[in-house]
Nanobody, 123 residues
Framework: QVQLVESGGGLVQTGGSLRLSCAASGGTFAGYTMGWFRQAPGKDGDFVAA???????YYTDSVKGRFTISRDNAKNTVYLQMNSLKPGDTAVYYC?????????????????WGQGTQVTVSS
């Protein structure tokens, strides 16, 4: 059973930075696409970023140029570096492992999820 544990969330001022980490255990990591999603209060979850096994990445438009997703297959860990944070980035952030090796933004194509970490950006 794959387990994903996020860390690194917190409270930061507008313009600040945070680095989220997601440690995977209990299953195969290297060959699968990993993604980050977020859910703001009262809203549906949204795709944020994904990285495939070879390091190719994809971002939602609202975070391009500000967020960077990366992975360390030796450590079974995926990261999300978030810079120039805005109040609109406030949400619970979840990492997830895709069923596939190719990049995907679709939530239903991810079968393992972490418990989430809160990111709050104050104005």
């Amino acid at each position: 059973q794959v387990q994903l544990v996020e860390s690194g969330g917190g409270l930061v001022q507008t313009g600040g930075s945070l680095r989220l980490s997601c440690a995977a255990s209990g299953g195969t990591f290297a060959g699968y696409t990993m993604g980050w999603f977020r859910q703001a209060p009262g809203k549906d979850g949204d795709f944020v970023a994904a990285i495939n096994w070879s390091g190719s990445t994809y971002y939602t438009d609202s975070v391009k140029g500000r967020f960077t997703i990366s992975r360390d297959n030796a450590k079974n860990t995926v990261y999300l570096q978030m810079n120039s944070l805005k109040p609109g980035d406030t949400a619970v952030y979840y990492c997830a492992r895709s069923k596939y090796s190719s990049l995907t933004t679709r939530e239903y194509e991810y079968d393992y999820w972490g418990q989430g970490t809160q990111v709050t950006v104050s104005s």
